[in-house]
C-alpha cells in the first residue's frame, strides 16, 4: 500500500543531542500527526498539525506543516533516555479518515 | 480515562482456521479504524468506520478480512480461512469524529495474530 517516504530510517544519538527526522510524499495532505511507538504497544499520538506551514511545539518536540503540503518534519530536542522508540508521520486527507504512515524512524539515545 | 483497548492481545491461530479480532474504542469516539501494522512497517490501514457503517473498506486486501460495529461502539474484524501473510499486529483506532478535520486518531496496543 501506499506509505510516505520517512527519513532517517533510524538514528543512535548521544543524550542531550537535537534530533530531526522529515517525511515527505507525492500527494497533498491536509493534516499531519506524528506518532511514538514503544515496543508491544500501539503508537501514541504526540503532535497534530492541520494548517499549511503551521508550526507547533509539545515540550521538547517542534513539528511543521510544509508550506507545499507534501511534507513534514519533527524536532526533539535535548534528547533524553526515554525518548528512544520509532516515531511516524502520518497523512491525512480531506475526504476520508484513513492515515498514510511513513516506514517509521527508529531512535536511539546513548546515555 | 480509558483508551481503546483490543482483545485478545495475542491470537495464534493454524492456516485455514477463522479468527476474530475485537476492539473496543474511546467512550463518545464516532468514527473507528483497522490497520495492520507488518515487522518493521508503519500501520497500514484496512478499514474505517463512521458510526455503524464502514465508510471506507478500500483497505481490506480481499473478501477473506471483515469488519462490523453494529452498534457504533464496539468493533470486530474478522478473518477468515487465515493464511500464514496474515501475520501481523492488528491495531484499532478511534477519534472524536471522522474526516480530516478532527483526525487525531487514537490507538489501542494492537493484537498479535500468528498463523501457523
Known amino acids: 500500500g501506499q506509505q510516505l517516504n520517512q527519513s532517517p530510517q533510524s538514528m543512535f544519538i548521544q543524550e542531550g543531542e537535537d534530533v530531526s527526522m522529515n517525511c515527505t510524499s507525492s500527494s497533498i495532505f491536509n493534516t499531519w500527526l506524528w506518532y511514538k511507538q514503544d515496543p508491544g504497544e500501539g503508537p501514541v499520538l504526540l503532535i497534530a498539525?492541520?494548517?499549511?506551514?503551521e508550526l507547533t511545539s509539545n515540550g521538547r518536540l517542534t513539528a511543521q506543516f510544509g508550506i507545499t503540503r507534501k511534507d513534514s518534519f519533527l524536532n526533539i530536542s535535548a534528547s533524553i533516555p526515554s525518548d528512544v522508540g520509532i516515531y511516524f508521520c502520518?497523512?491525512?486527507?480531506?475526504?476520508?479518515?484513513?492515515?498514510?504512515f511513513g516506514q517509521g524512524t527508529t531512535l536511539q539515545v546513548k546515555p | 480515562g480509558a483508551g481503546v483497548s483490543q482483545t485478545p492481545s495475542n491470537k495464534v491461530t493454524e492456516k485455514g482456521k477463522y479468527v476474530e479480532l475485537r476492539c473496543d474504542p474511546i467512550s463518545g469516539h464516532t468514527a473507528l479504524y483497522w490497520y495492520r501494522q507488518s515487522l518493521g512497517q508503519g500501520p497500514e490501514f484496512l478499514i474505517y468506520?463512521?458510526?455503524?457503517?464502514?465508510?471506507?473498506d478500500s483497505g481490506l486486501p480481499n473478501d477473506r478480512f471483515f469488519a462490523v460495529r453494529p452498534e457504533g461502539s464496539v468493533s470486530t474484524l474478522k478473518i477468515q480461512r487465515t493464511e500464514r501473510g496474515d501475520s501481523a499486529v492488528y491495531l484499532c483506532a478511534s477519534s472524536l469524529r471522522g474526516g480530516a478535520v478532527y483526525n487525531e486518531q487514537f490507538f489501542g496496543p494492537g493484537t498479535r495474530l500468528t498463523v501457523l
Open positions: 498539525l492541520y494548517k499549511a506551514g
Open positions: 468506520f463512521q458510526g455503524t457503517g464502514a465508510a471506507d
Open positions: 502520518a497523512g491525512g486527507s480531506s475526504n476520508t479518515g484513513k492515515l498514510i
